[in-house]
């Protein structure tokens, strides 16, 4: 990483000095001035381990004061409200923390022997890790736009590429629409601080993804259900795929886990606690994929929700 503290000031220094501007000059003038380079900066927090400004956001490592936790976040405030990206037991690296991510390795036995994984976004890796060592004979793929968060999960978050474990650097809207390869299981996991981008939710984007998967293959999507356009992502991931199914995270967690199947498999909870419990007598999990599987809800799809296009993306 390039940089010192000091650098810290100085883009603390041009983010004041914009406050007086209008809304678009600001934009463009944090864009002209983050582009220079990468700047790490000074942890705004006591348990802040590292924080840098890359070229799309602010990431910060974080320790709990016991050592044990390490969390990744995006663009923080301090302020008790900001939504954790990854966070790993440093003792245990491969353990599942977050909620989400164990409720999204339920949709895992839905596929037979997966061979491909895409993961749409890497975050501290928590997923990937998992699944590298869970799944010895399955390839786990991840798309990740900032090349920062790729160096940060490696330098802090444990993470190894291999064989087995590879990541494409690069927008993975665009990845998808150039890629030829087939997956079995294709996660979408991919968020800025406050949401999921409009681009990654679109009816065409989720096409593309559905022609990526192989025969048998299933999508897992983490959506925040208290999103405002929540009801407007489950109409538009409706109108690719014939089958959708929902897993609610516990309380607080607003997360649900989406998975959705390419064609008609009329799936019962009963079925899906059959194939979970195979699945984790052949690969133990060390979850209660039951329980999760037992949270199941059918999405109720809203009329007045409308359905995500690329040409009604906003303009910010």
């Not at 942890?43 to 956001?57: G, M, R």
Request: glycine residues 4%; hydrophobic residues 40%.
């Amino acid at each position: 990483m390039l940089g010192s503290g000091l650098s810290f000031s100085l883009f603390e220094a041009i983010k004041g000095s914009t406050m007086s501007l209008n809304r678009m000059h600001r934009r463009l003038f944090l864009a002209i001035a983050a582009a220079f380079l990468t700047l790490p900066v000074l942890a705004q927090h006591s348990n802040a381990i590292y924080e840098v400004k890359s070229q799309y956001q602010t990431i910060a490592v974080w320790d709990s004061t016991d050592g044990q936790r390490r969390q990744l976040l995006f663009d923080p405030n301090w302020n008790g409200t900001d939504s954790i990206q990854s966070e790993m037991n440093k003792s245990n690296p491969n353990e599942l923390v977050l909620d989400y991510t164990k409720h999204m390795i339920a949709s895992v036995p839905l596929v037979d022997k997966p061979k491909r994984i895409l993961i749409v976004g890497l975050g501290g890796a928590s997923l990937q890790r998992y699944l590298h060592n869970l799944l010895p004979d399955t390839v786990i793929e991840s798309a990740e736009l900032d090349p920062v968060v790729l160096e940060i999960a490696r330098e802090y978050f444990y993470f190894i590429q291999d064989d087995r474990q590879k990541v494409h650097i690069g927008d993975g809207r665009e990845f998808m629409e150039k890629s030829q390869e087939k997956y079995d299981i294709i996660m979408l996991d991919a968020f800025s601080a406050t949401s999921i981008p409009y681009r990654l939710s679109t009816q065409e984007f989720l096409q593309r993804v559905k022609e990526r998967l192989s025969k048998g293959g299933i999508v897992c999507a983490n959506l925040w259900s208290h999103q405002a356009d929540y009801p407007d992502m489950l109409k538009t991931y409706a109108t690719v795929f014939p089958e959708l199914h929902v897993l609610p995270c516990r309380l607080p967690w607003s997360n649900h886990i989406l998975i959705a199947m390419p064609a008609k498999q009329m799936l019962t909870v009963k079925k899906w606690k059959e194939k979970a419990v195979a699945f984790d007598k052949a690969h133990p999990t060390g979850l209660n994929l039951i329980e999760f599987v037992e949270r199941h809800i059918t999405p109720q799809i809203q009329d007045d929700a409308r359905v995500l296009l690329d040409k009604d993306a906003p303009n910010d």
